[in-house]
């Protein structure tokens, strides 16, 4: 059988690195804005004005929800091993949302107030208790997922995230009922 000499490079076509070179020069050019732009589109613009309202109720969420989570451990001690992880991650959520994207927020804007802090309680049998937790965590990330999408840049993806979370979270308070 008769060998064939390899192709020459340029018959092989581009190589891997000017492949990969190019994909992130294209990327860095097209997608990768974050609507900083002195003025902005009339989108950003209401994206940025919204920015405060959005934070406000994503810590307020975060704060009932953490609440929540606190009178269910503390009503119910046997179920503190499965909740506090999920709680600290609530936890989590609501210090990125104090501390988090104030960039987002216009220089003129005032801080968000405050809510009004609401004491929940906890149902008296568990499985109404965690049954609860799950419709608050599902109720929450339905609300950030429609938040997000008034949300300027940073706050949309944290908004993303923490409603990612408690989506899994949901999951996890389900999972072992099955």
Do not use: W
């Not at 107030?113 to 937790?133: F, I």
């Not at 339905?142 to 008034?150: H, S, Y």
């Not at 949309?156 to 389900?174: E, I, M």
């Amino acid at each position: 059988m008769p060998l064939t000499p390899p192709l020459p490079r340029s018959a092989r076509g581009p190589r891997r690195r000017t492949v990969l070179t190019g994909a992130v020069s294209a990327a860095l050019l097209t997608g990768c804005s974050d609507g900083s732009a002195p003025g902005g589109t009339a989108a950003e613009r209401a994206r940025s004005a919204a920015a405060p309202r959005l934070l406000a109720a994503a810590r307020t969420g975060s704060e009932r929800l953490l609440a929540q989570y606190d009178a269910v451990i503390a009503a119910h001690p046997p179920l503190a091993a499965r909740l506090k992880p999920l709680r600290e991650q609530v936890a989590t959520h609501l210090s990125a949302f104090t501390s988090g994207p104030a960039e987002e927020l216009p220089p003129n804007a005032a801080p968000p107030a405050p809510a009004p802090q609401v004491s929940p309680h906890a149902a008296a049998d568990p499985e109404a208790a965690l049954r609860g937790l799950v419709d608050a965590e599902r109720d929450l990330a339905a609300r950030r997922g429609k938040d997000l999408l008034e949300a300027p840049g940073e706050l949309a993806r944290l908004l993303a995230s923490a409603a990612a979370a408690g989506a899994a979270h949901a999951y996890l308070l389900t999972k072992g009922k099955k």
